[in-house]
């Protein structure tokens, strides 16, 4: 079954870290690379960037760079997100999505002292 | 530079409503726009592609279109489960980036 299975909620404070996994399953995993789109509460999608599977290469949005990492293990067809500094305004679903046509269930953030 | 959505439409059941996304020569105008569609607390459902054409199990009530820097989607017999939110997206070959649309909420009257 093709799809994308993501890591439980988590709960952390201000300044705090969050790492965020999305392992891929039913397809090749090496031939898409695999965005990371957040929403926050009532919010519209925003793309956070992408990886590419086979060099590790990134490429992150404007606002993002330099607080978000993605990294992967080919050997488990994992993709992960981490969140550096965290305020509340990181208080979000995160969704690792390969392209438009396969999303995983996401992933609540919430950021509160 | 975005894609811009009205952030709301209303529509009574069984009639046809048409969404719609501005963007620009940089995004859909030479890459197109795909559709989603999202249920609350649900992660989005892509309805259509960048090339207009409908993935497989996705009705045929979902039509959609582009002209120029707009693109269009229009749902035809509207059903009570179409009332969710709408996104439109495109690639950004100007900013190197993947854009979504601020969403359109959908009401079935």
């Known amino acids: 079954q093709v799809q994308l299975l993501q890591s439980g909620a988590q709960m952390k404070k201000p300044g705090a870290s969050v790492k965020v996994s999305c392992k891929a399953s039913g397809y090749n995993f090496m031939a898409h690379y695999m965005h990371w789109i957040r929403q926050a509460p009532g919010r519209g999608l925003k793309w956070m960037g992408w990886?590419?599977?086979?060099?590790?290469?990134?490429n992150l949005a404007e606002g993002f760079q330099g607080r978000v990492t993605m990294t992967l293990n080919t050997a488990t067809s994992t993709v992960y997100m981490e969140l550096n500094r965290l305020t509340s305004d990181d208080t979000a679903v995160y969704f690792c999505?390969?392209?438009?046509?396969?999303w995983g269930h996401g992933t609540l953030i919430t950021v509160s002292s | 530079a975005g894609l811009t959505q009205p952030p709301s439409v209303s529509k009574g059941l069984r009639e046809t409503a048409t969404l719609t996304c501005a963007g620009d020569s940089n995004n859909v105008a030479n890459q197109g726009a795909a559709w989603l569609q999202q249920h609350q607390g649900h992660p989005p459902k892509l309805l259509s592609y960048?090339?207009?054409s409908r993935p497989s199990g996705i009705s045929e009530r979902f039509s959609a279109s582009r002209s120029g820097t707009t693109a269009s989607l229009t749902i035809s017999g509207l059903q009570p489960e179409d009332e969710a939110d709408y996104y439109c997206?495109?690639?950004?070959?100007?900013?190197?980036?993947?854009?979504f649309g601020g969403g359109s909420r959908l009401t079935v009257l």
């Open positions: 999505a390969r392209g438009e046509n396969l």
């Open positions: 960048r090339n207009n």
């Open positions: 997206s495109a690639w950004d070959t100007s900013l190197n980036a993947w854009l």
């Open positions: 990886i590419n599977p086979i060099t590790g290469g990134t």
